[in-house]
């Protein structure tokens, strides 16, 4: 083992592994300070480059991506009160009165230093927890791989959206769709409408261009043109300090209580960093010697939302990698990303790919002091990308996604599969149907058929062994009580906001 | 104030009634239709190992949860004044998908460097910017840089068009 672990980090070591790791920070820094652009959507667009590159290479160019729309998503929050991306929404509580206060260099300082070290902690959790994790699930025969996965699945549902009936139902879009192709057992082709294209099943690459990227300029495009040329109120670092080291010293305590939020929340399929956000927030006001500070400009509060909101950046990597089973809409596209690179996460990864993992890791860890010194040097350069008007970007994102939908196969097919898969993502939206169930059971639909037809053909097509077999039957039991503790109410139920 | 083309409970209803419409399809014609099997159906021994065992559960389940998404729509407040999408804005949707489709097509035909400086030009002129200090470089510059990117960086060739 050590032997790998030393392959995996000379492999890392490269001039190309950090310029790659360096490149998708600041491509992300850079994407998560444009408001409205979410690093979702960024991963999305970018993944096809990452084909271009081998594993160790790619994967740590989307992973830097990861890591710096997470950070980046702060600076307008704290700029110009808009957060960059969802999670960034508690950073505006304080963020954004302190740049009134003339102290946003010092807030943005605040945020880099608590992503930083919230992002490091997670990626430490991630390298200690995968492999005994995968360990473990290596010993899943292909019965409580099903309940594995089918858990997984109604946990992302359930939890998910601020409906059942819309996750579930987002969960059975998915499986329809990742049903398309040829059947394994059978050899029998399924709704490929004699599109050879259409054989080895849907494309995941355009799917996710159109669901994140594409639906989400749609949704801009909606805005009248007057707001879309408005260049947006000028946001900028004029004045302010360097962070004073003793805010740093009396925030440490609460990046700390965060990174172990968004860690435990970011591992749970399902959650996502806004949630982890806000509760690490919350608490951090019920434990501060001054929550009247909060709300009103507090590093305190800012170093929570952020230290949490990066902690989740690893975190959500833990069930991805060891289980197979993405966590949210992010985690599910660096999967895409690992398995167009023929890395299948799940059990057999670390067993199949020791040093690659190993290399990647390496450079997961590399990517936070390298964040960590862009933010410093770079910070103006990216408190210039909030002022970029709609009206520009959001035809250069449009062909961005074109352009990444056809490298994929250089296919014009898969162009015309995004767009559509664009315009039916607007709508999903517009209905407020969550697009991560839809993806997470898109991915995992032919694993998951897979393991149901092996644990049947294994029990002579007798359903019963996933209820005999303790494991098994412990999982399905976690399933349907998520299911019937989600939907105690009524099935259709909607929480109301606030 | 926009016209409201779609309240919050109209357009579930309609969803779910669509979703409802396509999950009969599904089941009674597409199923039957273009599971194409290789090998003779009593070949499979199994019904849960045949290739429309999986799809027809998923899609009983999905015509359960459109009846849901129905019922939750009706028995919801009336909210109809709370739109989803007003006439404007789905204009503009329309209008920005259509283009987004026709430049593609026009890329099979005159090629990606040919067709993109206009369809860039025509959306930032459409999305309000009509300055040509702004609308020129841009879609101009910006599609050079892709495609110098793409061949000299990638060596992928993007569409070149089938008409030259």
């Known amino acids: 083992m050590l032997e790998q672990i030393l392959e995996g980090i000379s492999m890392a070591l490269t001039w190309q592994g950090l310029a790659m790791v360096a490149l998708g920070v600041f491509v992300g820094i850079t994407m998560g300070a444009i408001p409205g652009l979410t690093g979702v959507m960024a991963t999305a667009i970018l993944v096809p480059f990452s084909f271009f590159m081998p594993p160790v290479l790619g994967i740590p160019f989307l992973l830097g991506i990861h890591k710096g729309t997470l950070f980046g998503g702060s600076i307008p929050a704290i700029l110009v009160n808009t957060p960059g991306t969802a999670p960034a929404a508690a950073t505006c509580l304080d963020g954004y009165p302190l740049a009134q206060k003339g102290e946003a260099r010092s807030a943005v300082h605040m945020a880099l230093y608590a992503s930083t070290l919230g992002d490091t902690f997670s990626d430490i959790v991630l390298i200690v927890a995968a492999l005994p994790l995968a360990a473990i699930a290596l010993m899943f025969g292909p019965t409580e791989f099903f309940a594995l996965l089918l858990m997984g699945l109604t946990v992302i549902s359930s939890v998910t959206g601020r409906s059942v009936v819309k996750g579930v139902m987002a969960a059975l879009m998915g499986v329809l769709i990742g049903l398309v192709g040829i059947d394994f057992v059978s050899g029998a082709e399924r709704f490929t409408f004699g599109i050879p294209g259409l054989e080895e099943g849907v494309g995941l690459v355009p799917l996710l261009i159109g669901l994140f990227a594409i639906s989400e300029m749609l949704i801009k495009a909606e805005k009248s043109a007057v707001e879309m040329a408005r260049p947006p109120e000028g946001a900028h670092l004029k004045g302010g300090r360097p962070l004073p080291l003793g805010e740093l010293r009396r925030s440490a305590r609460t990046i700390l209580r965060g990174s172990l939020i968004g860690t435990g929340i970011g591992a749970i399929p399902g959650t996502g960093a806004a949630i982890a956000t806000f509760l690490s927030y919350a608490a951090a006001k019920r434990t501060s010697r001054n929550p009247e500070e909060f709300g009103e400009g507090s590093y305190e509060g800012v170093a929570a939302a952020e230290s949490a909101n990066s902690a989740v950046a690893g975190a959500d990597l833990i069930p991805t990698l060891t289980f197979g089973i993405p966590g949210d809409s992010s985690a599910a596209i660096l999967m895409g990303a690992f398995m167009a690179q023929g890395l299948r996460p799940g059990p057999g990864l670390f067993e199949e790919n020791a040093p690659t993992m190993y290399a990647i890791f390496t450079l997961l860890l590399l990517g936070n002091p390298i964040m960590l010194l862009q933010g410093w040097l770079l910070t103006p350069l990216f408190a210039r990308m909030v002022t970029i008007r709609q009206s520009l970007l959001v035809p250069a994102i449009l062909l961005s996604c074109i352009v990444g939908a056809f490298i994929f196969h250089n296919y014009m097919g898969d162009v015309y599969l995004a767009l559509f898969a664009g315009l039916f993502g607007y709508w999903l939206r517009k209905l407020d149907i969550p697009m991560a169930p839809l993806v997470i059971a898109f991915i995992l639909a032919p694993k998951a058929e897979e393991s149901l037809k092996q644990a049947l053909l294994y029990s002579h097509g007798d359903f019963s062994v996933f209820l005999t077999r303790p494991i098994s039957a412990f999982f399905m039991g976690l399933a349907a009580l998520i299911l019937v503790l989600s939907i105690w109410k009524r099935p259709w139920a909607e929480p109301r906001d606030g | ?164």
């Open chain 2, 1 to 164: 104030m926009q016209k409201t083309v779609f309240g919050v409970r109209k357009a579930a209803v309609s969803t779910g009634l669509f979703f409802l419409l396509f999950s009969l399809v599904y089941y009674f014609y597409l199923i039957p239709q273009y599971i194409v099997f290789s090998l003779p159906p009593e070949g499979i021994s199994r019904t849960s190992l045949q290739p429309h065992f999986l799809p027809r559960i998923v899609i009983v389940l999905f015509a359960l949860m459109s009846i849901f998404l129905i019922v939750g729509a009706l028995r919801q407040q009336e909210e109809e004044r709370e739109a989803v999408v007003g006439a404007r804005a789905l204009f503009q949707v329309g209008v920005v998908f259509a283009l987004s489709c026709v430049y593609v097509y026009a890329q099979e035909l005159v090629g990606f460097s040919v067709s993109t400086p206009f369809f860039l030009a025509v959306l930032i002129m459409f999305f309000g910017t009509r300055d040509w200090r702004y609308v020129v470089p841009f879609s101009v510059l910006f599609p050079l840089g892709i495609n110098y990117f793409f061949w000299f960086g990638l060596q992928v060739i993007l569409p070149e068009g089938t008409l030259w």
